[in-house]
């Protein structure tokens, strides 16, 4: 009995990965839950926030809590945003329609992938979510423009730069499965989107047949040029590309290693959140996705400096499992666990969570030696 109230209701996150499997088909399972190669970085990604440990400030006023903050001027519920990923009619016939509706019900911003389901124009028009939109550079640069401007005239407030990707991770899963995936909707009539694999994944036939592997720092002028919406960068691991983030204008930083489905040993990203925010002061926000399943995942990036966190994987799960409700579900956990944890951290606020709040595992070492 108490197996099936857990399937039924989950009483966390992590829960819905096992309703997800439950439903969807083992391809569709396969693609969302896998990484590059070893997946060594996949499951470094959880593993390394589970070696830092919270150091909680007691005897503090916290009958209220309030977890609000700003992305880009824009007031959400929580510092909790929905990341890019690709193709939610898989998971669900409503697709990234369903998950625009959750993240509108739940006050914070959906991140909408180009390689969505429902079409920008789609999504735009089902519900008033603050969104944001997802880009990659394709070949044909004028492609890339388009999808620009119609994200811009749709409403959609920041382009978000996703620049790991000169060719697609190799994903072993998705060659063994023969993997075939719809083709991107906000493609139709831009690109024709018919490439054939040798015999793996077709989208990695389709990613590497179209995006641009040429694209340089110098080339983000030319997409400033083609729009006036802010744009964040995605992708950034290292205090050196950070400094050339800075230099180019961007908005903001996203700390990203694609979830793990990139270069495999890449480092998890919150082993270099702190590299990152050093790196770039105060001059613009930092963002983190990768690995974050608990609201202590969230405090402890806020701790470490980032402004909010994106959270991918957990917002699929909760989308083939149960749907719009899924994800608002899967939304309201990790608001509530966050709202948890800094009451018992001792902050009334997120601006109150700071850095003497977290003890890295290099941290905890050196006090073990003292």
Request: hydrophobic letters at 40%.
């Amino acid at each position: 009995m108490s197996t099936r109230i857990m399937a039924e209701e989950p009483v966390n996150v992590n829960e819905f990965k096992e309703l997800a499997r439950k439903a969807l088909p083992k391809m569709y399972y396969d693609f969302y839950t896998g990484g590059a190669e070893d997946q060594y970085t996949l499951q470094n990604n959880e593993e390394a926030f589970r070696r830092i440990t919270i150091r909680p400030r007691i005897l503090r006023d916290v009958r209220s809590i309030d977890l609000s903050t700003t992305v880009l001027g824009y007031n959400i519920s929580m510092p909790v945003l929905i990341a890019p990923t690709s193709m939610h009619k898989l998971a669900n016939p409503e697709g990234e329609i369903a998950t625009a509706r959750a993240a509108s019900a739940c006050n914070t911003i959906m991140v909408l992938s180009t390689g969505s389901t429902c079409s920008l124009e789609e999504v735009a028009s089902s519900c008033s979510a603050i969104r944001f939109f997802q880009l990659y550079v394709y070949k044909r640069r004028d492609i890339s423009a388009k999808l620009v401007q119609k994200a811009e005239s749709n409403g959609y407030k920041a382009i978000v730069l996703t620049v790991d990707c000169p060719r697609i991770g190799r994903r072993e899963a998705d060659v063994k499965n023969k993997l075939v995936v719809p083709p991107p909707k906000n493609l139709e009539g831009l690109l024709s989107t018919e490439f054939v694999s040798d015999g793996g994944s077709g989208l990695e036939a389709l990613i590497n047949g179209t995006l641009d592997p040429s694209f340089r720092w110098e080339d983000i002028a030319w997409l400033k040029s083609t729009t006036n919406l802010p744009i964040l960068i995605k992708g950034v691991l290292t205090h050196e590309d950070a400094i050339k983030s800075l230099e180019v204008g961007v908005a903001g930083i996203i700390v990203s290693n694609h979830g793990g489905r990139q270069l495999d040993y890449s480092p998890a990203t919150i082993d270099v959140l702190e590299e990152v925010v050093h790196a770039v002061g105060e001059k613009v926000p930092v963002f983190i996705d990768g690995g974050i399943r608990r609201g202590t995942d969230v405090f402890k990036a806020m701790a470490l400096g980032a402004r909010a966190v994106l959270v991918g994987r957990p917002v699929v799960f909760g989308l083939a499992a149960k749907g719009e409700y899924g994800v608002k579900r899967v939304l309201k956990m990790l608001k509530d666990e966050l709202e948890l944890a800094m009451a018992l951290s001792g902050c009334s606020s997120t601006k109150e969570i700071t850095r003497s709040h977290v003890r890295t595992e290099h941290e905890q070492r050196i006090v073990s030696m003292l």
